[in-house]
């Protein structure tokens, strides 16, 4: 279960564990522990990681960033599989000097993810492939009958607008 | 006043100016540390892109991928 860092943070960050290889290559890095932040736009990388990797910095990339609180940065950028959630995000990164890299909403914002704090874990919500409440129109309190294409022998009964916690 | 800007380098702890330049003992100088004001590489917290526009350039292509891959 993937867990928060409750040494390094305070209150407990959530952080993730990720897998890095190059793109249609072999080798693979393991345990890169990056920090959930949704306020970034982008992820950033160890540059420890990478260089383990033996992956180059894009010639000419690099990328001016601002902090939360207006520091200017400049980043190399690398293109390379990351691997989290059981999917292979290929594209391009950002490296940090840091230890612990950052997992912006550039993969945030393909995943559903539910923060359990007071119990400093979180996990992969799947309501994904059920349909979702923009997909409809119907009346209020019209009954529905709800199952997963991923798991079709549940069923949930319920009614609209349904909540999404009962999912 | 004019105030004259000269080109040196740090070597083992010791400021050494452009050969070309020799100034009298005692003078008064003023030490500006270049590389200092460049704009540090990434150690960054909550980064978002100065130029929203880039954001693009970060668009991942995604493949779900089995849970016994070999990585």
Not at chain 2, 13 to 27: F, M, N, S
Request: aromatic share 8%; with cysteine; net charge negative.
């Amino acid at each position: 279960m993937p867990t928060y860092d409750a040494l390094q943070y305070d209150p407990p960050a959530p952080m993730a564990s990720v897998s890095l290889r190059e793109i249609n290559g072999r080798e693979a890095v393991s345990d890169v522990i990056l920090l959930l932040d949704t306020g970034a736009d982008i992820t950033l990388l160890p540059r420890k990681a990478v260089e383990r990797l033996g992956v180059k910095p894009v010639s000419g990339a690099e990328y001016e960033l601002l902090g939360f609180n207006g520091t200017k940065t400049m980043s190399q950028a690398v293109e390379l599989d990351m691997f989290f959630l059981k999917r292979a995000f290929r594209g391009r990164y950002l490296i940090t000097d840091a230890e612990h890299g950052v997992l912006g909403r550039d993969i945030l914002a393909a995943v559903v993810i539910l923060l359990n704090g007071p119990g400093k874990e979180w996990s992969e919500h799947h309501y994904r492939n059920l349909i979702t409440t923009t997909e409809l129109y119907l009346p209020d309190s019209c009954p529905l009958l709800i199952t997963s294409r991923s798991n079709p022998r549940t069923v949930t009964y319920g009614t609209y607008p349904f909540s999404l916690d009962r999912l | 006043m004019s105030v004259p800007a000269i080109e040196g380098v740090v070597e083992n702890g010791k400021i050494r100016l452009r050969e070309d330049v020799a100034l009298p003992e005692h003078t008064k100088v003023y030490v500006i540390v270049a590389e200092l004001y460049e704009t540090p590489f990434a150690k960054i917290h909550t980064p978002r892109l100065a130029h929203a526009e880039q954001a693009r350039d970060f668009r991942k292509q995604v493949v779900e991928v089995s849970a016994d891959a070999d990585l």
